[in-house]
Each structure stands twice: as structure tokens, then as C-alpha cells.
């Protein structure tokens, strides 16, 4: 099942619940205007709207990527100082992404930058191409990073790393990234491995998916406390599901093969 937007293309794949969002603007290395920033979010929406499917497989993983071998080339600079309000809606859709109750990868090639780099980062991992190019090049427009980059790197990394790629400007190479933790897989084969790990998600029970979205995403906002408290309440409504009841079964029956149904 298809669906084209104006700046993005989603595709929803009904036999293993994987959601797919191509970045297409190719003529502009998929350069982050207004529109697309509304068609990742409108895209996002219709992907997930498969949750109501009352006869088939809910939305179970999102790969992201970028239309003709790049991921994206940040922030459409042409747009700049335009009256449109930009702003607002930039800070929604990476609010968006990261707020999403499916996990999303970043299937990334070619040129990953400023935005398009913050735009993967907002995603819960990254799957890079040997080759891709990443980096903060605001500085070189007086500028710097308007979505959280250093904030993101900083916790990914540490506050020195995001300060050198920020400063510098520089972009730096896949498996740079990955010594960094900024990314977190450069296989051989991106395609297919990014394929077999959303797969891998994809089979997991949807609900302690979704919690664990929401555990790592407050582990970087609160303390280790407050932190392990949030997990405990997390915890505590999995026990009720069928889906634990169904890994439970599978456990003592060794069936390596278990059904989830995300309730
Ligand atoms: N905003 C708008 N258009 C962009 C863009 C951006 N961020 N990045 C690339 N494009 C456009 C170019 O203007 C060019 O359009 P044209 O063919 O109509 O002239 C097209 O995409 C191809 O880019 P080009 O610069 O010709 O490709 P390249 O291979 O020589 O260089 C980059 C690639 C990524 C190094 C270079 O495009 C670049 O530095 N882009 C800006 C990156 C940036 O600063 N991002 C953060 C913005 S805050």
C-alpha cells in the first residue's frame, strides 16, 4: 500500500507492519522546505493510521530515507527569512518523530546535514552507508544548528564531540560516527540489514516496544531515580497483556516463534 505526498512518498508494507518514508526532493538533496517538513509528519500520520486496520498487522517500525542517494542536505536555505512560519512547524516535525510510538530507523546515504541530520538524530537509531557524509555546517552561515543538534550529539556523544562538529562545520564520515555513537550500525549491506532490523523490531510484542521508546527517551531527560520509577510504571501494565502471555507460552513451550498482537 502506497501513499504519495507532495515531498514524500510512504509505503506500508501489510505483511510485516513496516512503514517506509522516502525524503523526495532529489533536486534539492531532499533539503528540508516547509512542505516537507508538513509531508514527514503528514506521511508519519498516514503510516500510523494503519494502527486502526481492525483486519490487518498494525504499524509495527518506520524506516526513513532519502529519495536518490542522499539522506538530506538540511534546511532549506532558500526558504530562509521567508514569512512562512517555519519555525513552528520545523520544531513539530522533529517533536514528531521523536514523540512517534513506533520505533524509526534512518536509513542513511550521501549527504546527512543540519537538519537532515537532526531530523535522523530525532529518530530512535541510524543505519549509515560507509560512504554518507554527516555534519553541522550552520556555522558557515553565521547560524547554528535550530533543532537540538548539539543537544543530541552531546548526548550521543559527549558536549567536546558536538562542539567540534558544530564549530568546525566539518562532515565527517560514517564510521566516524559510529566511534561517536551518533550512529549506530555502518553494515556492509544497508539495504538489507536495515531490512532484518526492523524486521527484528517488528516481531517484538508492540506495547513493551513502545515503552522502551519512552523509557530511553526519559532516561536522557530525568534522573536515574525518577528514571527507574518511570520504568517501574512502564512495567507494570505489560504484565496485564496478551502479549505476555503469548511470550510467557512460547518460553516454557519452546516456541521460538511467538504471535504478538500489540494488546
Ligand atoms: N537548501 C536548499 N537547496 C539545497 C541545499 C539546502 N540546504 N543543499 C543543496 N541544495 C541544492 C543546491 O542549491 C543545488 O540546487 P541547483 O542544482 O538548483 O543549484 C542542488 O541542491 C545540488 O546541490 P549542490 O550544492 O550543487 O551539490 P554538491 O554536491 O556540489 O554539494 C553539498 C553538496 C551538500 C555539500 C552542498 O549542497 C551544501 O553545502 N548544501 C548546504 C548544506 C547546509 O548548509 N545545510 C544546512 C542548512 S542550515
Redesign the pocket.
Known sequence: MEEEFQTTRARFDETTGIGHLTLNRP???N?LSEQLRTDIVDGLRWLESHNEDADGIALRAVVVEGAEGNFC??????EFGDDSPGASSERYHYDFVMDFPVPIVAKIRG?C???GLETAMACDFRFADADARLGL??V??G?IPGAGGVQFISRLANPSVAKEIAMTGEHIGAERARELGIVNRVPDDLDATTAEFAETIASKPPLAIQALKDAANTAVQTGLREGCRYDRRLFEPLIETEDFQEGARAFTEDDYEPEFVGR
Open positions: 533536486e534539492a538533496l533539503a542536505a538540511g534546511a532549506d536555505i532558500t549527504y546535514l543540519g537538519g555546517p550552520e558557515d552561515l547560524l
